[in-house]
């Protein structure tokens, strides 16, 4: 089977960074359109979209005419879909509401309350549209809108009801109150929460499945370590790669029963790098998004930004800066996010009422799957890590489930068996890959067995390698590689704070069925570092 033109010859696409692809197709790309809509998509005209309603189809006709969307439709028939939530940059006080409409709206707008039958508040919203240029004989041209709402000055510790609406669709209105969901802000103290992770999810009936999962865990919020639906099919961040964004409108459309009610926390992976949209190829998510926006550069990498729940800081990292596997935006910030999260772990591990820091990206800075380890994010990150006295970091990337022993200064500083209790300030950090988010899964390098809660095996050392910067593989043996597992899985912790303050850490198969769990706390050491960093000596 040949392989589709996309508009770049691929010796030429090769030599070219991300930004280049991206100019060269702005003044390149044919202007021939065949107009879809996201309606086209949400209303089930895709094949195969598991539980669409409709009779199914093509989107578009060969012959070029538009396909059954226009984007001239009236707003009393025009439904919301694929809410989704995310903190704003102070989870106790703000709050983003997100979705998409199949079509273009006049006025969109949230309404807000304290009760459901109460939604007296009204904010407005702000329309993203993204044109999504066609390919003759591959893709037509794609139009998507959508729709985000900031809510800030709310109360801590408060359940919110909301719904979505514009001009002619009113979430208040008796037809369409079932559409109604709700959020929880972030307690004014901290208390007692769960999270849950996971990375490389895409749209199918596993990655549904897992989003049970998640949801019986009762979490204040998800953290996404990126690859998030893979509209982009390659992951090379080039414009030879497969993609059709109408993807993003089944994902969302799968993802809302969790997201409308349950913070999404993405970050970005190698898939997520969309080269249509801007140089960095990270136009994409700035549409579908919106991201606390306190991170180095929120209007050009969304994907990197902190936020504070609990007792519990979070730093979320664009790792496709630094990866030296898949090198298309290596180096795009010029250090400064590096720079960024020096400063921002010194202030987090400083900052009063912070027990513990979590870091999360998408490439594996401890895996032997797969994509194995990356020696970019090693070289440029784990430094910081170490210094600032990280105390959990989790990626994805790799299609399976794996967890370290403590690592210090690239050795086991101790060893972590299931069940165990690790202190960062003696150990060193704990990394979890927790790639098993819903998309087909990898395996462990040849005669490698898993080794989990139940099923555990004898621990040898695992023949693996690491990425360097010219993009070759350099040998190694990886005595850290505690806990594997080759299934799909998901991280749910508990956060406990007080005068013992812990993360139990639980790894979940998509049976429900435990298969890792180890726990987090700082001894009197890591407390003495943070005071002294905090200036109270």
């Not at 790792?319 to 400064?336: C, F, K």
């Not at 819903?438 to 390698?465: I, N, Q």
């Not at 993009?471 to 005595?479: F, I, N």
């Amino acid at each position: 089977m040949e392989t589709p033109d996309f508009g770049i010859p691929p010796r030429l696409a090769r030599r070219m960074s991300m930004a280049e692809q991206h100019d060269y197709l702005r003044t390149r790309l044919t202007r021939r359109r065949t107009l879809v809509t996201a309606g086209a998509v949400a209303s089930g005209l895709v094949a195969g979209c598991s539980g669409a309603q409709g009779t199914g189809g093509a989107l578009g006709t060969a012959d070029g005419r538009p396909g059954p969307a226009t984007s001239r439709v009236p707003g009393a028939a025009t439904t919301p879909f694929g809410r989704h939530l995310a903190f704003g940059a102070d989870p106790k006080t703000r709050m983003r509401i997100s979705w998409q409409v199949p079509f273009a709206v006049k006025r969109p707008y949230v309404r807000v309350g304290l009760r459901p039958d109460d939604l007296g508040r009204r904010i407005e919203a702000e329309v993203r549209d993204l044109h999504t240029s066609g390919v003759q004989g591959v893709r037509p041209t794609v139009e998507q809108y959508y729709v985000h709402a900031a809510l800030d000055g709310l109360r801590p510790g408060t359940t919110y009801y909301y719904g979505v609406g514009h001009e002619g669709w009113d979430p208040a209105a008796p037809d369409h109150r079932s559409t109604i969901a709700s959020f929880r802000t972030a307690p004014a103290t901290p208390e007692r929460f769960v999270f849950t992770a996971f990375g490389d999810q895409g749209v199918g009936q596993a990655a549904n499945a897992n989003d049970h999962v998640l949801l019986r865990q009762n979490p204040a919020f998800h953290l996404h370590a990126g690859d998030i639906c893979y509209a982009d099919g390659n992951g090379t961040g080039t414009t030879k790669d497969g993609y059709d964004p109408r993807s993003w409108d089944l994902f969302l459309k799968q993802t809302e029963p969790v997201a409308k009610s349950v913070p999404w926390m993405v970050t970005t992976g190698n898939h997520d790098m969309e080269a249509w949209y801007s140089p960095d190829g990270y136009g994409g998510q700035l549409a579908r998004f919106s991201l606390p926006g306190n991170g180095f550069d929120p209007h050009g990498t969304p994907g990197a930004y902190a936020f504070t729940y609990g007792n519990v800081a979070f730093v979320a990292l664009d790792a496709n800066d630094v990866s030296y596997e898949i090198q298309a935006n290596l180096g795009h910030t010029g250090g400064r996010q590096t720079a960024w999260l020096d400063r921002k772990l010194g202030e987090l591990r400083a900052a009063k009422g912070v027990d513990f820091v979590v870091v999360y990206f998408h490439h594996c800075a401890y895996s032997t799957s797969q994509h194995a380890s990356d020696g970019g994010v090693r070289g440029e990150w784990l430094p910081l890590f170490a210094r600032h006295q990280v105390d959990l970091v989790i990626n994805g990337h790799n299609h399976v489930y794996e967890r370290t022993d403590a690592v210090r200064n690239g050795e086991v500083g101790r060893t972590v068996p299931i069940g165990a209790s690790t202190d960062p300030t003696r150990d060193g950090i704990v990394y979890v890959t927790a790639g098993g988010g819903g998309r087909d899964l990898y395996s462990f390098p040849s005669g490698v067995k898993d080794s989990y809660e139940g099923h555990v095996t004898r621990h040898d050392a695992v023949k693996t390698f690491r990425w360097t910067k010219s993009r070759t593989q350099e040998a190694e043996s990886a005595e850290w590689s505690r806990v594997r597992y080759t299934g799909f899985s998901l991280l749910s912790v508990e956060a406990e704070a007080g005068t013992s303050p812990r993360l139990k850490v639980s790894a979940l198969a998509q049976s429900g069925d435990r298969i890792d769990h180890f726990e987090v706390r700082r001894g009197a050491a890591g407390e003495g570092a943070r005071r002294t960093r905090a200036g109270h000596t």
